[in-house]
């Protein structure tokens, strides 16, 4: 696959924003341009809501979408849009269906997600326990710049994802880089994201769930070993 064709284009988690990918932006792609897009901070969160408003700023040309986390199914329905441009889709952390019982969805979360959360409970689902203050930092000010009420309801959209809002993509180049130290994404919804792309590349990497932003060298690596497995397009 001809890489410096095409941009690679990356969709954040949870907080929106992109700026956790700073240091992923830093490193070399293998002469692609790399970009980083943050999601809308109002307006309707629901995945084909956020597709259809993202999909006008994509940049032109051939691309090859990397999502991490939440934004793993947006990027699958920005495939299936633009799906003769998209000359691979990257999901890291990601899911397919509901990762958690959609019960939690009548929990509070407005007031829970306008709380800090303490550094502890970061390094335990998040980061890991070698995480640096710096990631620790940006983490907590990333999630600080969006409004509590539209992290509760990618919260709310998550959790009542079902496993047939995403479309199949049938001979597009999939890689799965999934965490082994996850404890965002629990194993039976990893296995359904296998599921779901049968024809995907799996790879797993030992760290937790930010695996970009703990795990980069690793990620970047495994990315461009996976495209330069791939025909020229």
Not at 53 to 71: N, R, Y
Not at 104 to 125: D, M, V
Request: proline content about 9%; glycine content about 6%; some cysteine.
């Amino acid at each position: 696959m001809h890489r410096t064709h095409a941009t690679l284009v990356m969709l954040p988690g949870l907080d929106g924003t992109g700026r956790l990918f700073e240091s992923a932006l830093a490193l070399d792609w293998g002469g692609m341009r790399a970009l980083a897009l943050a999601l809308p901070s109002h307006g309707p969160q629901d995945y084909q809501s956020l597709a259809d408003a993202i999909a006008p700023t994509l940049p032109p040309g051939d691309l090859v979408l990397l999502a991490e986390s939440f934004s793993t199914p947006l990027a699958m329905l920005l495939a299936a849009k633009e799906f003769t441009r998209i000359r691979a889709l990257v999901l890291i952390s990601g899911f397919c269906a509901s990762p958690q019982p959609s019960g939690l969805g009548w929990l509070p979360l407005q007031p829970i997600l306008s709380l800090t959360p303490p550094a502890f409970l970061l390094k335990q689902f998040l980061t890991g326990e070698e995480a640096s203050q710096e990631l620790l930092t940006s983490l907590t000010e990333a999630t600080g710049l969006m409004p509590s009420a539209t992290l509760a309801e990618r919260v709310r959209v998550v959790l009542a994802l079902r496993e047939e809002n995403c479309p199949e993509l049938t001979g597009l180049p999939v890689l799965l880089l999934q965490a082994g130290q996850d404890r965002v994404i629990p194993w039976d919804a990893q296995s359904q994201l296998e599921r779901h792309f049968p024809e995907a590349t799996n790879h797993w990497i030992d760290g937790p769930h930010l695996l970009l932003q703990t795990c980069g060298e690793e990620c970047r690596a495994a990315l461009l070993e996976f495209l330069a497995s791939k025909p020229c397009a």
